[in-house]
């Protein structure tokens, strides 16, 4: 039987690594492209050695090569031709890593692609779940996460609209109360998703 694929996304701040949390605890394989583009910027992997490349050893990198994440992110949200260089990089192994880590997934995949609006849904996807927050919520979330006042903004508005996000959805999660009535919301899709998944 194919594997059955749920992209998961939403804005920055929006709850999408609480949610995906809980559908681990469910029982479906979870798999970020945050964290894999925090993979393939370690030491040794090809991409780290072609960021350094293309914005300077000096710049973005230490001394063992490794890379500077808050300085790589403040060029990359202050400058559109350097994240355009950065996504360049880092998206085609994203797709493919995304793609084969959820390959034969039981009982189904849940795949966190926050950029699904702006990088266009791939074929390969069965559903698409969006999560959703005020963005004054959002801002707050991030505030507490140490991000500064012009980095949040600057965030936020090179991210597609929730309005965007939505016309995408198969399904939308409203995140505005207490990560408890996150967690039943996600129980709620869980056990519709593990029914689709495994009726032939
Ligand atoms: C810029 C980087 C080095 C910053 O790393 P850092 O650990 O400081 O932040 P983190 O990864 O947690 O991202 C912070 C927030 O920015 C969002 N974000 C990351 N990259 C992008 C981008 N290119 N465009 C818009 N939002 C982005 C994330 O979803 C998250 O909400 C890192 O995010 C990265 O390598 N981004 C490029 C890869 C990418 O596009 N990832 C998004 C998933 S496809
Ligand atoms: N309903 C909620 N109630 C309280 N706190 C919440 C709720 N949802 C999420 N949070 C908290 O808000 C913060 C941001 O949530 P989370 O990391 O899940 O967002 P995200 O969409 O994955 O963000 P990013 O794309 O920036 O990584 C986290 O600290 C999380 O625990």
Redesign the pocket.
């Known amino acids: 039987m194919a594997s059955y694929r749920v992209a998961l996304t ?1 804005g ?8 995906a949390q809980v559908f681990a605890e469910c029982g479906a394989v979870v798999v970020d492209a ?1 964290q894999i583009a925090h993979e393939l910027l370690e030491p040794g992997q090809a991409a780290n050695a072609a960021v350094r490349t293309a914005f300077g050893d000096d710049q973005i990198a230490d001394s063992e090569g490794r890379i500077l994440r808050p300085r790589l992110r403040e060029r990359v949200f202050s400058d559109p031709r350097a994240r355009k260089t950065l996504e360049a990089i880092l998206h085609p192994p994203i797709q493919e890593l995304m793609r084969g880590r959820s390959r034969g997934a039981r009982p189904y995949a849940v795949l966190v692609i ?1 950029l699904l609006a702006e990088t266009g849904r791939p074929p390969w996807i069965d559903r698409v779940l969006v ?1 959703d927050a005020e963005p004054s919520v959002q801002r707050r ?2 505030q ?2 140490g991000l500064d006042a012009i980095s949040i903004e600057r965030l936020l508005a090179i991210q597609a609209s929730p309005a965007v996000r939505r016309a995408l959805a198969d399904d939308i999660l409203e ?1 505005a ?3 408890q ?2 967690a039943e919301g996600v129980r709620t899709l869980h056990a519709r998703y593990q029914a689709r998944a495994t009726t032939p």
Do not use: M
Not at 12 to 19: L, M, N
């Open positions: 939403g920055a701040g929006a709850g999408k690594s609480a949610a945050d926050p999560i979330r991030l507490e996460r995140n109360g207490s990560l009535a996150l």
